[in-house]
């Protein structure tokens, strides 16, 4: 099982940046790519990024391509989220995702953390 936890939301004006941080731990965790998805109010969740914990991939949704970048430190179990240009419309609980299922492992989500970004 692995338990992840995220740190860094909070309110930002527009063209701001947050980083956001992902701390796993638990057993294996190098066989999970981490990610962060987001869900505002009245949507759905939706993906954000990924990395791979074994290589250097990422993977971004088009709308965040060139704006977030995905990165993760080995060494600290940690995945950052680094968030520029900010917009109203990133206002989201960010969560983060450990994904097993390369390895035929479970999926396991954080709690979430609170992006506000005001006009």
């Known amino acids: 099982q692995v338990q992840a936890v995220e740190s860094g939301g909070g309110s930002v004006q527009a063209g701001g940046s947050l980083r956001l941080s992902c701390v796993a731990s638990?057993?294996?965790?190098?066989?999970?790519?981490m990610g962060w998805f987001r869900q505002a109010p009245g949507k759905e969740r939706e993906f954000v990024a990924a990395?791979?914990?074994?290589?250097?991939?990422?993977y971004y949704a088009d709308s965040m391509k060139g704006r977030f970048t995905i990165s993760r430190d080995n060494a600290k179990n940690t995945v950052y989220l680094l968030m520029n240009s900010l917009k109203p419309e990133d206002t989201a609980v960010y969560y983060c995702?450990?994904?097993?299922?390369?390895?035929?492992?479970?999926?396991?989500w954080g709690q979430g953390t609170q992006v506000t970004v005001s006009s």
């Open positions: 995702n450990a994904d097993g299922s390369d390895y035929g492992l479970s999926s396991y």
């Open positions: 990395i791979r914990w074994s290589g250097t991939s990422t």
């Open positions: 638990g057993r294996a965790f190098n066989h999970y790519k």
